[in-house]
């Protein structure tokens, strides 16, 4: 198997990430960081701290100049991070050494890529929330289409009450509702540059640091952190925390589509199943499969990330390594989580036969919590627990059904008891109220 699968030949279309994987290319990469070099001089030029033609020369070369990501490789070996690498080769590229000396005036490498890498991340933010969107859209309306529909809820993988397929759908789709509002706050928050300097001290970067930093923030589109974050990884773990909450959201769909479809059950249909290389008969929940694989891979990125968000002194090259090689496959376990969960959510069909056939042979065993609160008018609580328990095995011995033995002993019960649609509770509401929230985003 290849190393990633995300940008693998032959496996990237069964983990596709859309968009997302261009912004974790090389290319990618070199062109956030002179994007950020090319913003920095200009911004350096209009503060005076290097000259103003020399700043106008680098921003326009910044544009232009077109790196070969290989060409870094041998330095970057070396020196550990590609920056020393991508300055040499520009000014050698640019061929105006007058002004090319100004390049990465009194910056770091770690102010480039952590600044290069919040512009990349911006645009990744976009499509998770694009990706949300169509996605709630989508449940909103298969909700609200099954609000009333009737299935067995299940706790323990045991049959529990009946519920509605629409209450389920909405319980897939009330957690992304919460974590999209979360998003949108990330976004608001801001992503911050990073111009701090060697040391975090700024000390080459002139008189008013903070006035530059604001003016290089403004120039990018980020925000102004207010200091230096150098060994403070707290904006890409909050990051990472909330990309492994989606992704494991996302996921639990995928388990239970998975346990939907499977064979002797078949309360749910999906679109574009997978088949078998050898068996005709098979129809493979490939999408679902992949939702809880992802999950599972983030769950295990994240745990590395996070550790690695203890940085030792100004800058610790382990911990920033570490997340070099966790958070772009964390990113895109996210972003081919949502192309799969998009698709899904256009083609989940529910099989209202099905789950009526799984209600009706359950021998009325689902009616046996509604039955205890019905017998309660005549006894108490813990005698009306006792005796339908009692029901619940004999019926269960016999085979017959918690209705007529009900029926039998206690004649005059409610008909109510043993209705579907009474024994709902609040669940066809529930996804009433999450298809209303959803629209009123």
């Given at each position: 198997?290849?190393?990633?699968?995300?940008?693998?030949?032959?496996?990237?279309?069964?983990?596709?990430?859309?968009?997302?994987?261009?912004?974790?290319?090389?290319?990618?990469?070199?062109?956030?960081?002179?994007?950020?070099?090319?913003?920095?001089?200009?911004?350096?030029?209009?503060?005076?701290?290097?000259?103003?033609?020399?700043?106008?020369?680098?921003?326009?070369?910044?544009?232009?100049?077109?790196?070969?990501?290989?060409?870094?490789?041998?330095?970057?070996?070396?020196?550990?991070v590609s920056v020393p690498a991508?300055?040499?080769?520009?000014?050698?590229?640019?061929?105006?050494?007058?002004?090319?000396?100004?390049?990465?005036?009194?910056?770091?490498?770690?102010?480039?890529?952590?600044?290069?890498?919040?512009?990349?991340?911006?645009?990744?933010?976009?499509?998770?929330?694009?990706?949300?969107?169509?996605?709630?859209?989508?449940?909103?309306?298969?909700?609200?289409?099954?609000?009333?529909?009737?299935?067995?809820?299940?706790?323990?993988?045991?049959?529990?009450?009946?519920?509605?397929?629409?209450?389920?759908?909405?319980?897939?789709?009330?957690?992304?509702?919460?974590?999209?509002?979360?998003?949108?706050?990330?976004?608001?928050?801001?992503?911050?540059?990073?111009?701090?300097?060697?040391?975090?001290?700024?000390?080459?970067?002139?008189?008013?640091?903070?006035?530059?930093?604001?003016?290089?923030?403004?120039?990018?589109?980020?925000?102004?952190?207010?200091?230096?974050?150098?060994?403070?990884?707290?904006?890409?773990?909050?990051?990472?925390?909330?990309?492994?909450?989606?992704?494991?959201?996302?996921?639990?769909?995928?388990?239970?589509?998975?346990?939907?479809?499977?064979?002797?059950?078949?309360?749910?249909?999906?679109?574009?199943?997978?088949?078998?290389?050898?068996?005709?008969?098979?129809?493979?929940?490939?999408?679902?499969?992949?939702?809880?694989?992802?999950?599972?891979?983030?769950?295990?990125?994240?745990?590395?990330?996070?550790g690695a968000g203890l940085h030792?002194?100004?800058?610790?090259?382990?911990?920033?390594?570490?997340?070099?090689?966790?958070?772009?496959?964390?990113?895109?376990?996210?972003?081919?989580?949502?192309?799969?969960?998009?698709?899904?959510?256009?083609?989940?069909?529910?099989?209202?036969?099905?789950?009526?056939?799984?209600?009706?042979?359950?021998?009325?065993?689902?009616?046996?919590?509604?039955?205890?609160?019905?017998?309660?008018?005549?006894?108490?609580?813990?005698?009306?627990?006792?005796?339908?328990?009692?029901?619940?095995?004999?019926?269960?011995?016999?085979?017959?059904?918690?209705?007529?033995?009900?029926?039998?002993?206690?004649?005059?019960?409610?008909?109510?008891?043993?209705?579907?649609?009474?024994?709902?509770?609040?669940?066809?509401?529930?996804?009433?109220?999450?298809?209303?929230?959803?629209?009123?985003?």
């Amino acid at each position: 198997m290849p190393a990633s699968p995300f940008d693998s030949a032959h496996l990237s279309k069964l983990f596709d990430t859309g968009e997302a994987a261009r912004l974790f290319s090389d290319s990618a990469e070199i062109r956030a960081m002179l994007l950020v070099e090319g913003a920095l001089a200009k911004v350096q030029g209009a503060a005076g701290l290097i000259p103003e033609l020399s700043a106008k020369a680098i921003h326009r070369a910044t544009l232009e100049i077109q790196l070969d990501p290989s060409g870094l490789a041998q330095a970057t070996g070396q020196n550990g991070v590609s920056v020393p690498a991508l300055v040499a080769a520009f000014r050698g590229l640019m061929q105006a050494p007058e002004h090319a000396q100004y390049l990465h005036w009194g910056a770091t490498s770690q102010d480039i890529l952590d600044t290069g890498l919040m512009l990349r991340l911006r645009q990744v933010l976009a499509l998770y929330d694009s990706g949300l969107e169509a996605t709630l859209k989508c449940l909103a309306t298969l909700a609200q289409g099954h609000a009333a529909t009737p299935m067995a809820a299940r706790t323990y993988g045991q049959h529990a009450t009946p519920t509605s397929f629409g209450a389920t759908v909405a319980a897939w789709g009330w957690p992304l509702l919460t974590l999209r509002q979360e998003l949108r706050q990330i976004r608001a928050d801001g992503l911050p540059v990073s111009l701090s300097g060697a040391s975090g001290t700024a000390s080459e970067l002139g008189p008013d640091v903070p006035a530059l930093r604001a003016a290089l923030a403004q120039a990018l589109g980020l925000s102004d952190p207010g200091r230096s974050w150098h060994s403070d990884r707290s904006v890409i773990l909050r990051l990472a925390a909330w990309i492994t909450r989606t992704t494991t959201a996302l996921g639990k769909m995928g388990e239970d589509l998975l346990l939907l479809t499977q064979s002797g059950l078949g309360e749910v249909r999906l679109g574009g199943v997978g088949g078998s290389s050898t068996m005709p008969q098979k129809q493979n929940p490939v999408a679902p499969s992949v939702l809880v694989a992802l999950s599972h891979h983030a769950i295990g990125l994240n745990a590395t990330l996070q550790g690695a968000g203890l940085h030792r002194q100004q800058r610790d090259g382990a911990a920033w390594f570490t997340e070099w090689l966790t958070l772009p496959s964390l990113c895109l376990c996210l972003a081919s989580a949502l192309t799969h969960t998009q698709r899904l959510s256009k083609t989940v069909t529910p099989d209202a036969g099905a789950m009526r056939a799984t209600l009706d042979n359950a021998q009325g065993l689902l009616a046996a919590e509604a039955l205890s609160f019905a017998l309660t008018a005549r006894m108490s609580r813990p005698e009306a627990q006792a005796a339908v328990k009692q029901l619940c095995e004999e019926v269960i011995a016999n085979r017959t059904h918690l209705r007529d033995a009900a029926e039998a002993r206690w004649p005059d019960l409610p008909v109510s008891v043993f209705e579907y649609a009474t024994q709902m509770g609040q669940a066809p509401q529930e996804a009433r109220d999450f298809a209303t929230a959803v629209h009123a985003l």
